[in-house]
Each structure stands twice: as structure tokens, then as C-alpha cells.
């Protein structure tokens, strides 16, 4: 087998896997809060320094990501945009923390702490569909 037969082989076995996991089912998110002018300052940066700057901070940047300013957590990561401003739903930070999907994105790890509440994944979506200021 060529080179090109076999990366076209290749590619049609990964978008079969891909289709095969399937998008992830975001009708299972906590609800968006219903709490008005949710700020990064204000209300995000201090329930991630408690649940997500160990790994994503200072001291260890996992996944190449940041999530202890606002810049950083816009930034994203290695796989790219963790957060789309108004579009919490599709955003992997929130399938992630909402444990959604595959189990090795689920965040924190399921070894290293427990979920976020709904309260707290609500706030976090609140802020992103509030334009992630
Ligand atoms: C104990 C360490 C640890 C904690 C705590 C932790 N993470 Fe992670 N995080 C990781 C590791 C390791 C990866 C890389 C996983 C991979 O590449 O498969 C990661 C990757 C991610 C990614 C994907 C980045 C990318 O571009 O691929 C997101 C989003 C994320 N974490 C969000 C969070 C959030 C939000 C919290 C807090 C609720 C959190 N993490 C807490 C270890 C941690």
C-alpha cells in the first residue's frame, strides 16, 4: 500500500470514530444563571482559583492553559479556544467542567476533585453567553 492510500485510510477510520463518539450532548448543561453583569474579576476568577489554578496557573500550565487571567483563559489551550463568547454550550471549558464527553476531558480529573456544582457551571455559563468580560 502507498503512502496516500494509506493516510486516506487513515483519515476515513478517524472521521468514522469521529461521527461514531458523536457530538457531544450539551441538553444535559446545568442552566445558564440568571444573574445579571457576570464579570471574570468579579465571580469567575475566584471559583476557578479554588477548583482549577493548581493545574492551570503559575506553577503548571496543563494543556497549555491558563486560567488564572482573563487573557489567558480567552487564549486557550493546546487544542485551542476553550471558551466562544456567547456560545457557552459550545464551549469545551464548559462540556469539560459539566464532565460531558470523554472521560480524560473532564475537569477537574476525576481522580483530582470532585464536579463543579450546577450553581457553578451555570455561572460559568452566565458569564460566557454574557460575552466572556
Ligand atoms: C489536577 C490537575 C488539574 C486540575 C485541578 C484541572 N485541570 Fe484542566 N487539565 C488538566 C490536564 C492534565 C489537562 C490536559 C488533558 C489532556 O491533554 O488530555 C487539562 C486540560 C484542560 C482543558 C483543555 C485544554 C486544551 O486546550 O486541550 C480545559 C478546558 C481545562 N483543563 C479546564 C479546567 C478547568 C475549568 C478546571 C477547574 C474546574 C481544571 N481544568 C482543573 C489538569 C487539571
Not at 19 to 34: C, I
Not at 59 to 81: P, Y
Not at 122 to 133: E, F
Amino acid at each position: 500500500m502507498n503512502t496516500t492510500a494509506t493516510l486516506t485510510g487513515l483519515v476515513t477510520l478517524l472521521s468514522t470514530l469521529a461521527v461514531l463518539a458523536g457530538p457531544v450532548d450539551t441538553s444535559k448543561l446545568p442552566a445558564p444563571s440568571a444573574r445579571k453583569d457576570v464579570t471574570y474579576a468579579k465571580d469567575i476568577k475566584p471559583l476557578l482559583d479554588k477548583t482549577c489554578i493548581k493545574c492551570h496557573g503559575t506553577e503548571k500550565q496543563k494543556g497549555k492553559l491558563r486560567l488564572d487571567s482573563l487573557a489567558g483563559i480567552l487564549k486557550g489551550g493546546e487544542d485551542g479556544k476553550v471558551v466562544k463568547p456567547a456560545d457557552s454550550a459550545g464551549s469545551i471549558l464548559v462540556q469539560n467542567v459539566a464532565r460531558l464527553g470523554d472521560k480524560d476531558n473532564w475537569m477537574p480529573p476525576e481522580d483530582k476533585g470532585g464536579p463543579l456544582t450546577a450553581e457553578q457551571i451555570g455561572l460559568i455559563r452566565a458569564w460566557i453567553d454574557q460575552g466572556a468580560k
